[in-house]
């Protein structure tokens, strides 16, 4: 079960071999999860004394490449969920092809006199993604 | 005279024509822009509270294209400086070949009490910016 | 009469200011550039020994930031089109606000030997882009 | 023993949490590899015809923010060679403080009637690589 975001490849995705730049991919993944955000009702982006969600680690494994105006979809799962950490897992698939999956793990923090602090991932985050994913259904 | 920014395109510069993204050329403009203000001994972005600059305007005119690991040089040129406003011209070239030109405009403005308002350019930025470019001679 | 093109700011959109960087503009008109071709039929991609449109110039007039998850709309206005060139005039809103206006002027070219010569903008292009114009409305 | 790349982040590589955007450093990883093959007396780009070299896999690990203007040195090793893919290992530094490491695997491919096929990595593209590592030492 995942939560599905569909994107088209833009022009300046691209670069001079014809697909997509393998960097995008990245960018792909993050409007998923920004996206998967917006349907729990949260936003990644809250106050500035407020929690952030640093990047611990980023995958991808290529399998397909994406051309110019293609449409996709980013299907996510919440697949790891540490004490202090959120892992999410995407799978990329063009009418059925499969594009690629990849992984991001993001530590919870607090900004605490000017340095950020890494601390205890809400429950209720967790559980308001789980019923946004469950709830989007696919 | 102008003050003169070196540069190789990277491979994600460039875009599925196979060469550099035409709105690549606004973020050349901005690197030289910076490089100018470092050789000022300045930098863009000081405390939060500081003036910043944000853009009023920005053209590029393109004259020949720019491909994958090719060598240029931005140079820059103050060419306008208002009581509230800096406008700084550049002209791209590569081995003597014409690349393009364009211009950005910039207001001064300070943050206070969350919104920004613009203020007069403090003079001295405009001399260092000046005794930069002529230093650098060229 | 105009053709509106829909976007979500995204967070790689954004830049140390907490606004959406002056660059992104020219992505986001070009987005909208395309997705107007895309509803007259046409894409501005074709064949490799096909009509291209390289960039003559570019221009965005900054009103109002924009910001994170901000929803905007990219009018499109075909404004000028003399024998070989067309120019698109872009008008960005979020919610009645003016955020800035900008151009694009494109050549029409087409690859010969290896080269980019200017050639006479398809009386049918310009037909069918105008219908696409008038069609949506607003 | 690592080849080293010097690189500057620039204001658009910055987000609005005021450090480099997470997909920027797969950018950073391409461009000293892109360096290390210039070095070797190679070019990653040549004839349409020739081998590329598509991504297989992208990992980053996170460590230690960058922020803008700040200068970081890339490491890169050749860290595996199977018959159609080269590895990378890339250590990203600021004056000593470790900011992250991360991965490329390429396969070797070539164009044939449209379409791209694996083949076996030219020995002498692996010999010159690791000469251009060893010869700067480090």
């Given at each position: ?100 999956t990849g992984t991001l ?29 469950e709830s989007q259904g696919?």
């Open positions: 079960m995942a939560f599905r975001y569909s994107r088209r490849v833009q022009f300046a995705d691209t670069d001079l071999v014809g697909i997509v730049h393998f960097s995008m991919f990245f960018r792909y993944m993050e409007e998923a999860e920004h996206a998967l955000w917006r349907a729990a009702g949260l936003s990644i982006v809250e106050g500035a004394d407020e929690a952030g969600w640093p990047r611990v680690s980023a995958t991808f494994e290529y399998k397909s490449p994406l051309h110019f105006e293609d449409e996709f979809v980013v299907g996510v799962e919440l697949t790891a969920a540490t004490r202090r950490t959120i892992q999410y897992t995407f799978t990329l698939t063009r009418e059925g092809t499969l594009i690629g793990t993001a530590v919870c923090a607090r900004r605490r006199d000017g340095t950020l602090e890494s601390i205890a991932v809400p429950d209720e985050i967790v559980a308001r993604l789980r019923a946004a994913i696919g």
